[in-house]
Structures are given as structure tokens and as C-alpha cells.
């Protein structure tokens, strides 16, 4: 069978295809243009669907919802609903990367649930922002031109907490250390909370805890890096000047202070020295190190985001990164001098390649 025409596989699962022929792996490929299936002995393409054939794929539905790895593909075939069945222990993922492209679905969302809401920045200021619920994701959108900013997985939310000083406030804990996001939005902020909820369990069968206890300000500025709020994961021992390029949020490279503790990296803002932003450094996945651009280098993290700077001194700087990622227990992490081909990995980057796909490749 031919791949869909211009197609460009972004991310690839090993997964198991329940049919009336039996259960047998199949690589699961979400791509630019459409869903692709594909023989992981000879990687042939077995099924293809352009997205304009996607009617909607969603998380079975089980009274066992801890078990429930199933999920259901519906598309179009022939002017008529057809339907394929599909397991996967990574199914929360594989619906989030999916649903990025919902909008070149067949049947487009009838209700588009968008608020107008505030995040509380680093800098101490509120940011007018809307808030944008998805069927597997909580989308910060630029609120002049709806250009995505940030967006927040169900399946990566810890808990949702209200903010007892702040009218409307509620914050997300997300990944596996807790980061904080603190929004606001005094009308509807429990309406969002609920959609949140709805939608999570609706697509993904899954459910997000809204704890009972509540936070201050106080508690989520001193709180809001998790379990590296500490002194000891936010001293430098070693301080690079870059810029950061994220031109979504700054039309020009922004100004950082890049720094290496001995647990995490972070950007501080060079006028204030606040923390803008920080994450461990047994996240990192590999660095690359642009061939055409001197200055020019990225970081791309387990869980597939990519951060990309500017920098004077960067072959020092990756140097430095590769050494105190291998100290943070990270030993698998390496430069590179292209950005890592998604479609070609099958799993997520957080979890390790099984031994039978590892035997396939090397055949």
C-alpha cells in the first residue's frame, strides 16, 4: 500500500489491532496529513486514513477504567461509519497527540469551549489569556490572535487546587514534580474546572483529582516548581548568558540566564534574576547542536518538548549540560546535530524501546 501522499509521521506507537482475524501489533503512526498503520516485521503501511476521514478517536469504554488500555478509531469508509479497535498502554498519549489535529477531522467540534481567564506570570504580573478546553488538553491561547501558548495534558494533570485569596484562582499541578499554573477567571472558573473534568473522562476515560485543600498566593509562589522549590535545586554552579528563541510568545530572542544546579536547569530573567522557568535535568533527552547556525543549540525534553536558545559559549554550555545531565542519572543523553525524528521511535521518549522492536530494527 502507498503512505499517504506528503505525510510526515510525527509520532509512533507499537500497538495491538483487535480484529475478527485475532490481536496482532501494529505500529500506530499519527502524521502531518493523517493516521497511518503499519507491519512492524517490514514496516509496510497496512491501513492509512487522511484526517478528512477521521470521524473521532476515543478511549473505550470499561467498568475498569485502571485496565482500560482499549481505544476505538472511527473514519469514513465508502460513504459509510466504520470503526477499528486498538490497545496500548501509552492510549492517553496517543489520543493527546491525535486530537492536535482535530481541526482537519471529518466532523468538526460542534462547541468550542473558550474562556477568558488570567495566568499569573513569573514576574508577579496577570496576563490576560483564554482558555481553551480540548477534548484531551487544557490550551492557553494568545488571546488577540488564539495562537496556542501552552498547553496542559489531562493525562500529565496531578490535581487541581482552588486558590482560596484570589477570586476564581485555581491551580494545576502538572508533571511529575508538581509544577504550578496558577489562572484566574471569576465567573466561570468552576465551569472550566468541570468541562475539565467531563472532557477527560468523555475522550480519554480518565479522571483528574480536584483536591479538596486549598492554597494561598503565598503558598504557590513558594511552592510553584514542586518538589524542586528548594535552595538546594535553584543554586547555580554554573551560569550561561543565552537568548531564547519561542517565537509564538516573543517576536525577537529573548534575554536568559541559563543556569545548571545540581538537579535541575533553569532561566532567569538577567535584569530581576527570578526564575522563569525550570526543569530537572534527568528530563533532558538529547541536545542539538544546529551544523549551519554558531550559536544556535536545543533541548529536547522526555516528554517531547523542544527549547531552543542562542548562545556565545555554546559548545561550553553543551558540554556542561551533558555532564550534569549523566550526574542527574540521565546516562543516555547525547548531542546531536539534528532534531530527533519522532516518527521513527516507536513509544513515547520517557519510556524505553521494548526488546522485540529492538530485534526488528537490527534485522
Same mark, same amino acid.
Given at each position: 500500500m ?9 509520532a509512533?506507537?507499537?500497538v495491538?489491532? +483487535? ?10 503512526s499519527?502524521?502531518t +496529513? ?31 477504567s485502571?485496565a ?23 492510549k ?7 486530537f ?27 496576563l ?18 488564539h ?12 490535581g487541581?487546587?482552588?486558590?482560596r ?15 504550578? +499554573? ?6 466561570d ?8 473534568l467531563?472532557?477527560?473522562s ?5 479522571s ?13 509562589h513558594n511552592?510553584?516548581?514542586g518538589?524542586?522549590?528548594?535552595d ?5 554552579l ?11 510568545? +516573543? ?9 545548571l ?5 533553569l532561566?532567569r ?24 547556525h ?33 550526574s ?24 524505553a524501546v ?10
Open positions: 502507498i503512505p499517504l501522499k506528503d505525510n510526515q509521521d510525527v509512533a506507537f507499537l495491538t489491532k +483487535h480484529s475478527w482475524k485475532g490481536k496482532y501489533k501494529r505500529v500506530f499519527i502524521g +496529513h493523517g493516521i497511518t498503520t503499519y507491519n512492524p516485521d517490514r514496516l509496510e503501511v497496512t491501513n492509512k486514513w487522511l484526517y478528512s476521514d477521521v470521524v473521532t478517536i476515543a478511549s473505550s469504554k470499561h467498568s475498569n485502571a482500560n488500555h482499549d481505544f476505538t478509531l472511527v473514519m469514513k469508509k465508502d460513504k459509510k461509519i466504520d470503526s477499528m479497535k486498538f490497545s496500548s498502554e501509552h492517553c498519549l496517543i489520543l493527546t497527540e491525535a492536535k489535529y482535530r481541526h482537519l477531522f471529518a466532523e468538526k467540534p460542534k462547541d468550542i469551549f473558550r474562556y477568558q481567564a488570567y495566568k499569573h506570570h513569573w514576574s508577579g504580573t496577570r490576560p489569556i483564554v482558555l481553551e478546553v480540548g477534548p484531551c488538553s487544557l490550551e492557553q491561547l494568545d488571546p488577540s490572535t495562537t496556542l501558548l501552552a498547553s496542559y495534558p489531562y493525562s500529565d494533570i496531578q487541581i487546587l482552588p486558590v485569596d484570589i477570586p476564581g484562582g485555581f491551580v494545576l499541578a502538572v508533571g511529575g514534580y508538581s509544577r504550578l +499554573h496558577l489562572f484566574s477567571n471569576t465567573l472558573h468552576q465551569i472550566i474546572i468541570n468541562k475539565m467531563e472532557m477527560a468523555l475522550t480519554m476515560s480518565i483528574i483529582k480536584v483536591l479538596s485543600a486549598t492554597i494561598t498566593l503565598d503558598d504557590y511552592q510553584r516548581f518538589k524542586y522549590s528548594g538546594q535545586h535553584q543554586t547555580s554554573s551560569e550561561f548568558m543565552v537568548h531564547k528563541v519561542n517565537p509564538a510568545r +516573543h517576536m525577537e530572542p529573548m534575554r536568559r540566564t541559563l543556569c544546579s545540581d538537579t535541575c536547569i532561566e530573567d538577567p535584569q530581576t534574576y527570578s526564575v522563569v522557568c525550570l526543569r530537572p535535568l534527568s528530563d533532558v533527552f538529547a541536545l542539538v547542536r544546529d551544523p549551519d554558531p550559536q544556535k543549540f536545543a533541548i529536547e525534553y522526555l516528554n517531547g518538548q523542544t527549547r531552543t536558545y542562542l548562545a556565545g559559549e555554546r559548545d561550553a554550555l553543551l558540554a556542561s549540560l551533558v555532564d550534569g545531565v549523566r542527574a542519572g540521565q546516562r543516555d543523553v547525547h548531542v546531536r546535530s539534528s532534531r530527533t525524528p519522532r516518527g521513527w521511535r516507536l513509544g513515547p521518549l520517557h519510556h521494548d526488546e522485540e522492536t529492538e530485534a526488528n530494527h537490527l534485522k
